[in-house]
């Protein structure tokens, strides 16, 4: 159980477009998803806590107009990365929290890469 | 501010023999910790967790970690390591809040 996917798993885009990616808990409801980013051989950053049905919360020096954060319903949160420049090129995980757990465990999702050229 | 410690970039252990990776927190509050392991291009798996309870906890894949409250420590430890558990193992935690604090990772190389 508590299973949480990622769509795309990699995704390559060119600068100046934007890219959406995918967080889904398959197999719980999520009323908190959070979205963090990993650069090479470095720890996870977080970049933003999401909550269904509310504006997510943003961690300091990420731009919210850079990366938006929707999270339409309990299973599915998505991160759009907006004009992407080569800088945003990264690795990109999500987590859930389990509406149902009163523990702080979060579940990861498998990640995606992000590159643009 | 609270904070996640991990003081090995890297640790080297032959195969067989026992392993730790060292974790240290600063909470404010009743801590919540976390051992995960990171393969390469993979996202985190989970190891194990300390939560409230018994301060040794048994996680996956033979791992445990001991809580030590004294010593604001959750040493990750292996009685025996296979040349497989060579990875990216982060500890994360924190108190009174649903976000989790990252230490900066340390990767274990067993040797063959």
């Known amino acids: 159980g508590a299973v949480v996917s990622q769509h795309p798993s990699w995704v390559i885009c060119k600068s100046g477009t934007s890219v959406k990616i995918e967080c889904r808990s398959l197999?719980?409801?999520?009323?908190?998803m959070f979205w963090y980013r990993q650069f090479p051989k470095q720890s996870l950053m977080l970049m933003a806590t999401?909550?269904?049905?509310?504006?997510?919360?943003?961690e300091q020096g990420v731009e919210k107009d850079k990366f938006l954060i929707n999270h339409a319903s309990l299973t599915l949160s998505t991160l759009t990365v907006t004009s992407a420049h080569p800088e945003d090129s990264s690795f990109y995980i999500c987590?859930?929290?389990?509406?149902?757990?009163?523990?702080?465990?979060?579940?990861f999702g498998p990640g995606t890469r992000l590159t643009v050229t | 501010a609270q904070s996640v410690a991990q003081p090995e970039d890297q640790v080297n252990v032959a195969e067989g023999n026992p392993l730790t990776v060292k974790c240290t927190y600063s909470v404010s509050g009743n801590p919540y910790l976390f051992w995960y392991v990171q393969y390469p291009n993979r996202g985190l798996q989970f190891l194990l967790k300390y939560i409230t309870g018994d301060n040794l906890v048994k996680g996956s894949y033979g791992f445990e970690a001991e809580f030590n409250k004294s010593q604001t420590s959750f040493h990750l430890k292996k009685p025996s390591a296979l040349v497989s558990d060579s990875a990216l193992y982060f500890c994360a935690g924190g108190a009174g809040t649903y976000k989790y604090i990252f230490g900066t990772g340390t990767r274990l190389k067993v040797l063959a």
């Open positions: 987590s859930a929290r389990d509406r149902t757990s009163g523990s702080h465990e979060q579940y």
């Open positions: 999401s909550n269904e049905g509310s504006k997510a919360t943003y």
């Open positions: 197999d719980f409801q999520a009323t908190t």
